[in-house]
């Protein structure tokens, strides 16, 4: 079966670096993306890897080792409105996302 | 506003009732999505269509129907109501074919069937 695995919650605490771990065992692969997700709001696209390595944008970066089926989500200078979750999602062979549960961040002062 | 609208944005309802919930885009996305949301759970997919013509079942489309009215349309309905459909549902668009296929989600229509 096809399975995405990501840590329920995390916390970490202001102006800090915290580091989402998520690894998957899917039918194929297409692409890896991850979303933030408020609570009680819509998921909000953050970033997409395919190939292997870190794509930074700003605080976030994203990383993809294809070969271990592993990606994390990095997030600098940490800031009270980053509590979130936060979502990865695999494309597989059939260009379906498949959906982890998401890693509950909480920001602590 | 908001590209990809969803209404009602929340509603009680009573086992048994027909319920539709309704999604509109104006990003002239061709992909449109029903997903469901659960606590602990991630988001599980009902129903998906790539164009007006086009509707296929995602992986929990048992007790859900789905209309593509217009491109810009697609209406997600719950014949007979039960409370197991109780859920957070939002409804995302997507254009594969000139971006890297992520979804622009709706703000989501919360559901309670009592």
């Known amino acids: 079966g096809q399975n995405i695995d990501q840590p329920t919650e995390m916390t970490a605490t202001e102006g800090a670096i915290v580091q989402i771990n998520c690894t998957y065992q899917t039918s194929g692969f297409n692409g890896l993306f991850w979303y933030q997700q408020h609570a009680g709001e819509a998921p909000t696209f953050l970033s997409y890897n395919v190939l292997d390595g870190l794509e930074e944008k700003g605080r976030f970066s994203s990383f993809l080792s294809r070969s271990k089926g592993y990606s994390y989500l990095l997030l600098k200078e940490l800031q009270m409105k980053d509590s979130a979750s936060y979502l990865c999602a695999v494309c597989d062979s059939n260009y379906q996302l498949i959906w982890g549960a998401g890693t509950k961040l909480i920001i602590k002062p | 506003d908001a590209d990809v609208t969803q209404t009602p944005r929340n509603r009680i309802t009573k086992t048994g009732k027909r319920i539709m919930l309704e999604c509109s885009q104006t990003k002239g996305h061709d992909r449109m999505y029903w997903y469901r949301q659960d606590p602990g759970l991630g988001l599980r997919l009902i129903y998906y269509s790539f164009d007006v013509k086009d509707i296929n079942k995602g992986e929990i489309s048992d007790g859900y129907s789905v209309s593509r009215q217009a491109q810009a349309k697609f209406s997600l309905s719950l014949e007979s109501a039960i409370p197991n459909q109780t859920a957070l549902y939002f409804c995302?668009?997507?254009?594969?074919?000139?971006?890297?296929?992520?979804?622009?989600f709706g703000e989501g229509s919360r559901l309670t069937v009592l």
């Open positions: 995302a668009t997507s254009d594969f074919g000139r971006s890297t296929g992520e979804l622009f």
